[in-house]
T-cell receptor
């Protein structure tokens, strides 16, 4: 298995909702990442997990809460989001932090 | 801090013509360098990488890039453009002092005309 999967593909949520994004890889990678990408812009790093521990948080608002239950899974819990949080959320993984990253197809999030 | 600059936000090429996308990095120590491609409504796909081995790197889909330390450049080329090459291309640097922080360029949109 050489891919990163993300669910759901699309998500529409209200500002008071709680939802979660899920990312999975079975390549034995020990680093996993969350990115946010706005239209016509490059991805912006949000979080990095290395060996299931949070190693980088790019000053992301607390309404985004990452979780790494095991080495194959990465979740992003969403609560009380704002319309400006609407974006494509990309998950990536790499063998270890610093190696080439492999990206999932993303979750298109719309906050109403 | 290391950064990467892509020259040209839009490039238009004719089918069959050379594709040249420019990328320059700023770093006192040669970092790891990558080129990614993103098709509409999809994630990023790794085209190729430079990790201090050969300076001429071959990637997928006929693309290659040459690392030039003297010019701090890592330009991407393809001898003959295909319609399927129309996409957004990102150059990225992995700083040696902050593993995991992939720094992306602004991206170059490639349009291929018949």
């Amino acid at each position: 298995d050489t891919e990163v999967t993300q669910t759901p593909k699309h998500l529409v949520m209200g500002m008071t909702n709680k939802k979660s994004l899920k990312c999975e890889q079975h390549m034995g990678h020990r680093a996993m990442y969350w990115y946010k990408q706005k239209a016509k812009k490059p991805p912006e790093l949000m979080f990095v997990y290395s060996y299931e521990k949070l190693s980088i948080n790019e000053s992301v608002p607390s309404r985004f809460s990452p979780e790494c239950p095991n080495s194959s899974l990465l979740n992003l819990h969403l609560h009380a989001l704002q319309p400006e949080d609407s974006a494509l959320y990309l998950c990536a993984s790499s063998r270890i932090a610093g190696n080439e990253q492999f990206f999932g197809p993303g979750t298109r999030l719309t906050v109403l | 801090a290391q950064s990467v600059t892509q020259l040209g936000s839009h490039v238009s090429v004719s089918e069959g013509a050379l594709v040249l996308l420019r990328c320059n990095y700023s770093s006192s120590v040669p970092p790891y360098l990558f080129w990614y491609v993103q098709y509409p409504n999809q994630g990023l796909q790794l085209l190729l990488k430079y990790t201090s081995a050969a300076t001429l790197v071959k990637g997928i889909n006929g693309f290659e890039a040459e690392f030039k330390k003297s010019e701090t450049s890592f330009h991407l080329t393809k001898p003959s453009a295909h319609m399927s090459d129309a996409a957004e291309y990102f150059c990225a640097v992995s700083p040696t002092d902050s593993w995991g922080k992939l720094q992306f360029g602004a991206g170059t949109q490639v349009v291929v005309t018949p």
